[in-house]
């Protein structure tokens, strides 16, 4: 069971690292540099604030929640991420904006236990 749930976690990375790596090509605004792999770390990094987010807020701030609390936090996560990785991700307020709805726009297409 371990290994399946590496596994799992493995392929919600790549998957969240594709997506971001289209967002970037969607979305003026929002850029990933680096390719891939930029892309993988991007993802890493927002996955952690948004982690921590829902650690301090709760849950009722998840993007899942699909209420405009969850939607904004995801545009906070994903503005904020840029200061910890400035050489790979940068972000403007709308980019961030127009980030986190595209983002949704594919969680409600591609289940949660798939990513």
């Not at 993802?43 to 969850?70: D, F, H, N």
């Not at 994903?78 to 980019?95: M, N």
Request: no cysteine; charged share 10%; aromatic share 10%.
């Amino acid at each position: 069971m371990e290994r399946h749930n590496w596994l799992g976690v493995a392929v919600r990375f790549v998957v969240s690292a594709i997506v971001l790596m289209i967002v970037s090509w969607l979305s003026p605004g929002f850029v990933v540099r680096g390719g891939f792999l930029g892309a993988l770390i991007a993802a890493a990094v927002i996955a952690l604030l948004g982690y921590l987010a829902e650690t301090l807020l709760g849950e009722k701030i998840s993007p899942q929640s699909r209420g405009i609390v969850g939607f904004i936090t995801a545009a906070v996560v994903i503005y904020l991420a840029q200061f910890i990785i400035p050489g790979l991700l940068s972000v403007s307020i709308i980019g961030a904006l127009i980030a986190a709805f595209i983002i949704g726009l594919i969680d409600a297409f591609v289940p949660t236990l798939l990513r």
